[in-house]
């Protein structure tokens, strides 16, 4: 006899994980549960997550066996299948325990809505190394959201979130980063140097433990001298001048189509100056 999830109302409440949608859905109404076949159901192509861990996944698996599947997922509708939001950990354990059927509130998602409910899903439980985390960013960025936006869904900082960006920069620098050899203080520090001979020496020194964090600002700071003669200062002040200049009255006549690009503009100007802001309250 084909097994199917044992299903109450509660504990469908409790295990939707609705607080996870809550950002991402303002404003929808929960769908009805539908039961649909596990084979139909396909993982959520925008997953950061790359490890599930098989032991654990046989424990989840042996407790759907012994007290059922509670709650359901959420997915949307792609041709004749169903494409799963979050809860991947879930339908594998199901598919494990020899489900054949799970419960699905099916919604209409966008892309960016199914990556958003990933990454906030997995950030929030904390199940995904920091490369993981940068790539999932980075996949927003390149759906065009802004760092500030990233920031309001997924509830991290802008400065955190650029922080992590900058490691996909040098590839050596994040495998080890996800490997765990090298912290994301320390991976953002080296990852300055342009010279990949340099940065290797580094990461090996600090994968045996020879160099405290403040050991790593000073190598840094000998192999690229000439970041102590930057002038962030011209810069700064330039865009100040073209800021001050925009005439306010003006802007009010403009077309609604005008206004919103301008107001797009801004935004992102916000984003990229609260990063920096952060990033230097960190140094």
């Keep these: 006899m084909a097994k199917r999830a044992r299903v109450t109302a509660e504990n469908a409440q409790r295990a939707l994980g609705l607080d996870l949608l809550d950002r991402i859905l303002e404003g929808e109404g929960l769908a009805e549960v539908t039961e649909v076949p596990i084979s139909q159901i396909d993982p959520n192509p925008f997953q950061p997550r790359q490890d599930f861990g098989t032991e654990s996944l046989e424990e989840l698996a042996a407790s759907i066996r ?28 199901a598919q494990m325990a020899g489900l054949s059927e799970l419960p699905l509130s099916i919604r209409d998602l966008s892309d960016g809505q199914m990556l958003e409910v990933a990454i906030t899903e997995n950030v929030q439980r904390k199940d ?29 900082s802008a400065g955190h979130i650029s922080d992590l960006l900058k490691l996909l ?3 050596d620098v994040a495998e080890q980063v996800r490997q765990g050899e090298v ?5 953002r520090e080296i990852a300055k140097i342009e010279d990949a001979s340099v940065r290797q020496e580094l990461l090996e020194k600090v994968s045996r433990g020879e160099l405290d964090r403040e ?48 107001r797009q503009m801004l935004q992102a100007i916000i984003a990229q100056a609260t990063a920096v802001l952060e990033s230097l309250q960190q140094e």
């Design 66 to 93: 012994a007290q059922g599947f509670y709650g359901h997922l959420v997915a949307r509708r792609v041709g004749d299948r169903y494409q799963l939001a979050y809860g991947e950990r879930r339908l594998r354990a």
């Design 128 to 156: 995904l190394n920091p490369i993981e985390e940068a790539e999932a960013y980075n996949r927003l960025v390149q759906l065009g959201y802004s760092y500030r936006q990233i920031s309001q869904k997924v509830g991290k």
């Design 169 to 171: 920069r040098k590839p």
């Design 183 to 187: 912290g994301i203080v320390e991976g």
């Design 215 to 262: 050991g790593i600002k000073q190598a840094v700071r000998q192999a690229q001298p000439a970041v102590h003669a930057y002038n962030p200062m011209p810069a700064l002040r330039a865009a100040q001048r073209k800021i001050e200049s925009l005439q306010l009255d003006l802007l009010a006549e403009l077309e609604p189509a005008g206004r919103d690009q301008i």
